[in-house]
């Protein structure tokens, strides 16, 4: 007689091998739906960082030299939807030995959406602060909160829009007769308004479409940013953009209108 340890295990190596089918192929479309279901929550929930950045040096008759960098990151959770992004741009000439900064600028943003019941539907309390000093201003800033949704929301297109009242708060350049520079405090209410439209050609190819506007009384500030981007590898891009910027609250002799064109190397941290 077998002992019982061995008996044991004689059965169970037997009831598993000499399973039925249907056993085998619910165990099998129980792991497939489980894996489904983790792949889309860490899809849906997770957080992601890249980072952009772009040189440009030009020697001999001309002596340029242009620098922008860029950190974007999103995070999804299960009730909030985060946006953050920070931007340098600095460009200097050389002229005679003299350098010559003609571009300097510091952009810091962040959105924070509340998801609500309704699917898509969110509150999202947005807040901005920008440094740039050939616009008239010493600095600008604004902080804004409302409504925030998706028009629609597709496997390979989204349109996503917000809207809601808001404060700013800025220091523009005052310059009298003598020449003499000082800074007039601007505090105003606004409505803050904004457009976000992705369209994904294929998993390495991507065109987004930004519009944001922030109106006052005495200013108005608009943004469009235009933007195609290709995978080189995996986890490094190229993108090709186009910015306008607009601002008429300057007192100043300034241009309302000021536009980029940049290429440059966008690199997904995670």
Not at 239 to 257: A, C, I, P, R, W
């Amino acid at each position: 007689m077998l002992p019982i340890k061995t008996t044991i295990t004689f059965i169970v190596f037997c009831s598993l091998f000499f399973a039925p089918p249907s056993v085998s192929a619910s165990n099998d479309l129980l792991k497939m739906l489980y894996l489904k279901e983790k792949k889309k929550k860490e899809k849906d929930e997770g957080i992601n960082l890249s980072g952009e950045f772009g040189v440009l040096a030009a020697n001999g008759n001309t002596n340029t030299t242009t620098f922008k960098a860029a950190l974007r990151s999103e995070h999804e959770t299960t009730h909030w939807s985060n946006n953050y992004g920070g931007e340098i741009t600095y460009k200097q000439n050389e002229v005679e030995n003299d350098i010559i900064v003609s571009a300097q600028r510091l952009l810091l943003n962040a959105q924070l959406d509340y998801k609500l019941p309704a699917k898509n539907k969110r509150l999202f309390v947005y807040a901005e602060y920008e440094d740039d000093r050939f616009n008239g201003f010493r600095y600008q800033s604004a902080l804004a909160t409302g409504w925030s949704a998706h028009a629609w929301k597709e496997e390979n297109s989204q349109l996503r829009y917000s809207i809601g009242p808001g404060y700013s708060y800025s220091e523009r350049e005052v310059v009298d007769a003598e020449n003499h520079k000082s800074y007039d405090i601007l505090k105003e209410v606004i409505v803050r308004a904004s457009l976000d439209y992705r369209f994904s050609f294929n998993k390495n190819a991507k065109f987004r479409q930004f519009l944001s506007t922030e109106a006052g009384q005495e200013s108005n500030r608009s943004r469009s940013e235009t933007s195609i981007s290709a995978n080189l590898v995996e986890t490094l891009a190229m993108k090709l953009s186009f910015v306008m910027s607009y601002n008429d609250g300057t007192l100043q002799q300034n241009e309302d209108l000021s536009t980029e064109t940049s290429i440059s190397l966008v690199y997904q941290f995670f």
